[in-house]
């Protein structure tokens, strides 16, 4: 019960719920492994049931009428909260700009595709000031489209229809994205404490961008980019560029892109600190009940836009800031800047000299005009040497800019929406684009039986089959739908050099496989694929169980034409739990480490549990190690593991850095050796619950049965071309 610590003398009354974030029965143990992380894969916190397919729902759409709604939403200025020069523009893309822009590259995390912005931390970041306002102008739009549209989509779409009412022809759109119920608890933004802490925290060496703590993208907690007032705030073009330049790496950019994406953003809409920031109101989470989920209220709004507080700065940065235009550069680089403060203190870049009429107009009362301002990130466009080329090249040619702008708009608000066989909607470009990952439609008139005998007659072991399909389907991440065995990209630049895929023994098995695919038509993706499914079928056969492992036909083999292969990079793993390997050692944890692999490859807890106690059974460990591998029956499908582990007859000790010895109690002789991944299976409660159901006697068919249904799932994790 919490104490009752209210002076006023309220009746205490009892409460034995845990009802506040800060009550949490497992904050006594902070070293303890969270499996959270898993069990947001269930799916009993969405309210649309089960059997809801919101991508099938969504196609019933009227879009042609969504759009028109969308275009009068942005001149229908509310009292309660007023339009920008009557124009919900500027609001609205950056809406969506935050909701996209957290996307990072290094484990495909963040980004539009879940409507997270509505729920914490996103939705009460200091960048997000007063987006919630943003949504609660689209809830009337949500509310008539109802289950056809989901807050994802709505939330990217309204920044397409902004640009589009301003005079952009957009690259195009897709629909398809499915919102999440409840706030992400996978994604790690930084380990700091307090919002905005200085960027030092996150750098080995702050001067030096390339230091920043991966996967982390943005400069400090609580930033979608970087400080626009410059690096811990205090201004410095071209030291800012360097962290654009990393930044926006991070997220997938290229220079070009980088550019394009800053000028094109800054054309349209405006910044606001036209008054003190410390008078307003607690951000949405904070906030009382009578908010009504707002935040950020502002006691000296008086229902005028140009009252308005968010980032501090103050002023648009053209003089037609509600018109896609090349007014961005007119100015940047038609005016010498100087340093100065907004009314809210902020340090912004305003002109040294300007004529009254290139001046922005009020954003409530047009009769007054304003000087126009740029934040630190804008001056490194001039100031920094490469962007600068880039920027010269687009006022030289408008059109280019245009096209420029377009095409990187849609990959910030399309690259976390995976392959294009994932869109929908008539807006789809029809151009495939590389950091698509486009992988070719393959073969289907083949019989799979045929596959399956030549596989069989090679003579590979089980644990290279089912090895190398695993290896092969690892690399999905549901983060970002991209990786998987689609494509068979294990055997392209840079998958065929990467140490966890054993080069060596990936070389001898993709050769026979590519003989087999050459005789029978199937694509070597799919090869892989059943040469897996055959390793487990065989190793269940072994156990005294006849199983198929269901298989999906048509995996295409992508080129390395179609492949980003820099862009692949950061999908290589560092550890795989699974087959107890991890190419160094690290501060965080083996077991933390194989958390986060299940996460991304969407496993449940009991999921996770089954595919590494199967695959230690199998013997697939990396290098053949033998760690974990707790049976004298290796390559037969049992739950020996599970049974050995949860068995009283052996006690367990250290003898190593993550590495422990099993021993046998009665004699002190070692029977097995295993890591932190294979213990954390029996010293952690709920991972050892899981592991006693599998070790009990009357559930070695269970084991066998969830194994292939796991295993068949990860197999199947990218095939987003067939309904699976």
């Known amino acids: 019960m ?41 799916r009993k916190s969405d309210p649309l049931g089960e059997d809801f397919d919101y991508r099938e729902e969504v196609k019933k759409l009227d879009y042609d009428a969504l759009k028109q ?99 952009l022809k957009t690259f195009g759109f897709s629909f398809g994205r499915k919102d999440i119920w ?63 330049r990393e930044t926006f790496a991070r997220m997938a950019m290229n220079d070009e892109e980088t550019a394009a994406l800053t000028a094109g953003g800054h054309t349209v809409g405006k910044t606001h600190g036209n008054g003190d920031a410390d008078a307003l109101g607690p951000e949405p989470e904070g906030a009382d009940v009578h908010e009504q989920g707002l935040g950020w209220n502002n006691p000296n709004m008086k229902g005028k836009a140009a009252n308005a507080v968010s980032s501090g700065l103050e002023g648009a940065w053209t003089t037609n800031p509600t018109k896609f235009d090349m007014g961005y550069f007119d100015l940047l680089f038609g005016h010498e800047w100087e340093l100065k403060k907004s009314p809210a203190g902020a340090n912004q870049w305003e002109p040294v000299d300007i004529k009254e009429e290139d001046k922005p107009v009020d954003a409530t009362d047009p009769s007054i005009r304003h000087n126009p301002m740029m934040t ?50 008539p807006e789809v470009p029809a151009e495939d684009l590389i950091w698509q990952d486009p992988v070719p439609q393959g073969e289907t008139n083949y019989i799979e039986e045929v596959v399956k005998e030549k596989i069989d007659d090679a ?32 055997r392209l630049a840079p998958q065929k050099n990467w140490e966890g895929n054993e080069p060596e023994r990936l070389s001898k098995v993709l050769g026979v496989y590519e003989k087999i695919a050459a005789e029978t038509g199937a694509s070597i993706a799919d090869v892989i694929v059943l040469g897996g499914n055959l390793g487990v079928e065989k190793a269940a ?26 862009s692949f990079d950061p999908l ?70 599970f049974v050995n582990l949860t068995d009283m007859a052996y006690s367990w000790k250290p003898a190593d850095k993550n590495l422990y010895e099993i021993r046998d109690r009665k004699t002190d002789k070692v ?13 952690n409660s709920i991972l050892r619950a899981y592991s006693e159901v599998y070790a009990q006697d009357d559930n070695d068919e269970k084991f066998v049965n969830d194994f292939v249904a796991a295993w068949a799932k990860v197999m199947n994790n990218d095939r987003f071309d067939v309904k699976k």
């Open 2 to 42: 919490r104490e009752n610590t209210d002076s006023g003398g309220k009746c205490p009354v009892m409460h034995g719920g845990s009802t506040l974030a800060s009550q949490d029965n497992t904050s006594w143990w902070p070293e303890a492994l969270n499996l959270d992380i898993l069990h947001q894969h269930d």
């Open 69 to 167: 709604d969308l275009y009068a939403l942005m001149t229908e200025s509310q009292d309660w909260w007023p339009a920008d020069w009557g124009h919900y523009g500027g609001l609205m893309i950056r809406m969506a700009w935050h909701a996209a822009g957290t996307y990072r590259l290094a484990d495909g995390r963040g980004g539009g595709g879940t409507g997270n912005q509505r729920f914490a931390p996103i939705g009460s970041w200091p960048d997000n000031v007063s987006l919630d306002k943003a949504r609660r102008l689209l809830w009337p739009i949500k509310k008539k489209y109802g289950n056809k549209l989901s807050w994802a989509d709505l939330m990217i779409l309204a920044g397409n229809a902004a640009y589009e009412s301003m005079g």
């Open 182 to 244: 409840h706030p992400e608890k996978d994604i790690y933004w930084g380990a700091e404490k307090e919002w905005l802490a200085p960027s030092d925290t996150r750098y080995e060496d702050v001067d030096k961008p390339d230091t920043m703590e991966n996967p982390l993208a943005a400069v400090q907690m609580g930033l979608i980019y970087v400080n626009p007032e410059g690096v811990n705030g205090q201004p410095d073009p071209l030291k800012t560029a360097e962290q654009v």
């Open 376 to 425: 630190d990130a804008d001056m490194a466009m001039k100031m920094d040497p490469k962007y600068r080329a880039i920027c010269e090249k687009f006022m030289a040619d408008p059109e280019y800019f245009r096209d420029c702008f377009a095409r990187a708009w849609f990959k910030l608000t399309h690259r976390d929406m995976g392959p294009k066989s994932r869109y929908i909607g």
């Open 459 to 490: 003579g590979l072991s089980i644990s290279e089959l089912v090895s190398t399909a695993w290896d092969s389907a690892r690399t999905f991440r549901g983060s970002d739908m991209r990786g998987g065995a689609n494509g068979a990209r294990i």
């Open 541 to 566: 056969k072994a156990a005294g169980y006849d199983v198929h492992v269901p298989f999906l036909k048509g995996r295409g083999d992508a080129t390395d034409a179609m492949t980003d292969a820099e």
């Open 572 to 641: 290589e793993p560092v550890a795989d739990g699974f087959r107890n390997w991890q190419k160094k050692e690290y501060v965080v944890k083996p077991e933390e480490l194989l958390l986060d692999r299940a996460q991304l490859l969407g496993l449940t807890a009991p999921e996770m549990t089954v595919l590494l106690g199967g695959m230690r059974v199998l013997g697939t460990n990396h290098g053949g190690t033998k760690h974990g591998v707790l049976t004298d029956r290796v390559g037969q499908l049992t739950n020996d593991f």
């Open 671 to 683: 029977k097995w050796t295993a890591t932190r991944v294979d213990l954390v299976f029996g010293s």
